[in-house]
């Protein structure tokens, strides 16, 4: 089984206020497709939700790091550096991530716990290891967040309804727009 592919976004909880917040006010299902490039040497991570009705996708590079499952991104936007961990998946069914964020300018540090399943749905042992990192971190269950799915919006499958915005977030590289066209499609996967 392959960690590539399709998944989708169904709980999250994070230890930052805004983030939080902004997830309580739009507690949408985010779809998302994670591809290797093998001459990269880093995966790309397109993920697509509905924002204020319209269908945002967002196209992020995560690099390897030295330590299998760790990947890492910087978001210009909050001068953040990011490190994303598969703590936990079974490959089919659902994968637990930890996101580590340090904003270079405030010195601001935060924990986002996320629960991605190959379906909207999770069975309730993955949901019970989700809680179980999120305790051990010393976060709220409370304070978890189940993403609702609101329609379709799929990577790379634009909706009738609404536009499609893509932006890319880089290693080394600030938020910028591009047209869809540019994106890079032909990768295969490649990471167990």
Known sequence: MWFTGRWYEVAVVSTCPHYMQRKKRNPVM?????????????FTMTTST???????????????TNTPGQFFHHV????????SFVVDTNYDEYALMMQL?????TGNKTT????YSRTMSVSPAALEKF?????????SEDATIMNQHKGECLPGEPTKEAAVYHQVFGPESS??????????????????
């Open 30 to 42: 985010v779809a998302l497709e994670l591809k290797h490039v093998p001459s990269q040497h880093n």
């Open 50 to 64: 509905f924002r204020n009705g319209t269908c945002r996708e967002t196209w992020t590079v995560l690099s390897f």
């Open 76 to 83: 210009a936007r909050f001068g953040a550096d990011v490190d």
């Open 101 to 105: 964020s340090n904003e270079k300018p």
């Open 112 to 115: 986002i716990v996320k629960l």
């Open 131 to 139: 809680k179980e990192l999120i305790r051990h971190h010393g976060m």
């Open 175 to 192: 938020k910028q727009n591009i047209p869809a066209e540019e994106q890079q499609s032909d990768v295969r996967p490649g990471y167990k």
